[in-house]
């Protein structure tokens, strides 16, 4: 298995952890806070899929699925190709307001999607490749992805325990 074949089955894992995360949940419940300041499932889900739209199209160099069609007005949320939850505050949390799970998987299954035909067309060599300047060391595409998963799989991780938390009520 190369490189590629681990990334790809990595990206791969993250659709049924976040079917799992949000099925059958009514938007109410994508909402609900477990304790004050803490981030609800429907945002967890909208910025783990935001993160991964907002890196991928950076990395093909195309316009974010976000600010395409009706996604934004899905979640109450404008179209900025800026906004993907990074340091939002507790106000901005709650205006994430996804319409239902249905939306937050929607969403999910488009990013995913092209993530997955932009991860089958790489090569080894291309993970060595500099994608961002602005840190030391360069950040190559090899580690932004691991950097997209990692940001996913732990906000995938946090959305179920918030599942399960709703569970037990």
Known sequence: MDV???LTETYGRLPGLVRAAVQGLSPEQLRRVPAPGANPIGWLVWHLTRIQDHHVADLLGAEQIWVT????????????????GFAHTPEQVAAVRPESARALLDYFDAV????????????????????????????????????VAEDDLQHVGQAA??????DAD
């Open 4 to 6: 590629t074949d681990v």
């Open 69 to 84: 069609g009706d996604w934004a007005g899905r979640f109450g949320l404008s179209a900025d190709p800026d906004d993907t």
């Open 112 to 147: 995913a999607e092209r993530t997955r035909g932009f991860l089958a067309g790489l090569r080894p060599g291309d993970l060595d490749r500099v994608v961002d300047e602005d840190w030391d060391p360069p950040v190559t595409l090899g580690v932004r992805l691991v950097s």
């Open 161 to 166: 325990y918030v599942r399960g938390l709703l």
